[in-house]
């Protein structure tokens, strides 16, 4: 069973699951229930990462959801057969899936030196200048990431990070963020949920 580190209901109407996957790729394979088809497509996947996000997302779903049916649309995005919706994020150590009965886009980042170089094809420069000088620059510009990821997960498709989307003014610690959203699926307002751990930064649309 997998050592699970943090777990909550979402917004009541789904189930957020966080799982700290240190096991070698055997004991992985030795936990996921695999189907005589997955077994097929396990053994097609050559690049290790890729091989463990797999079997993780499975293995998670089977806690979560055991019956559910797990597909992706054409866009990449990963999809349940009976309906509810579902969102994963795989970053270093950690692993998530969140399963829902309306959208949902999740998203887990370690905070990166990388994204000070691509700033600004992220942000915009409204959200830049808020936070200019900022003590904890590198923290804000992860949240601001991975808000903008989750918000692109409730989609799947067709959003321009730095045009579309302006994550409102908040502070590093804060864990109810808001962004508003202004593009090809039209206009919205996302109340998202915040959870820093272990040097990790969590945010899911609610």
Not at 6 to 13: D, I, K, L, M
Not at 34 to 42: G, L, R, Y
Not at 86 to 104: D, F, K, N, Q, R
Not at 184 to 201: S, W
Request: overall charge neutral; aromatic content about 10%.
């Amino acid at each position: 069973m997998p050592l699970l580190i943090y777990q909550s209901n979402h917004n009541n109407t789904g189930r957020l699951l966080v799982w700290k996957a240190s096991e070698t790729l055997e004991e992985l394979e030795g936990l996921c229930k695999m189907s005589t088809e997955q077994q097929v497509e396990d053994k097609k996947i050559k690049l290790e990462k890729r091989k463990r996000e797999w079997l993780i997302a499975r293995i998670l779903l089977q806690i979560v959801a055991p019956e559910g049916e797990l597909y992706f649309a054409p866009t990449g995005k990963p999809m349940l057969r009976d309906g509810r919706w579902i969102s994963i994020s795989h970053c270093g150590e950690l692993a998530g899936l969140v399963i829902c009965e309306h959208p949902v886009g999740l998203d887990i980042q370690g905070t990166d030196e990388k994204l000070e170089k691509i700033a600004g094809k992220f942000c915009n420069p409204k959200e830049l200048e808020k936070i200019k000088g900022e003590k904890y620059y590198l923290e804000y510009l992860t949240i601001i990431w991975s808000v903008k990821e989750a918000v692109f997960k409730f989609f799947g498709e067709n959003v321009q990070f730095n045009e579309d989307i302006i994550v409102r003014p908040f502070h590093y610690h804060q864990e109810e963020l808001k962004a508003d959203y202004r593009g090809a699926h039209g206009r919205m307002t996302f109340e998202l949920q915040h959870v820093q751990l272990r040097g990790y930064h969590i945010v899911m649309t609610v």
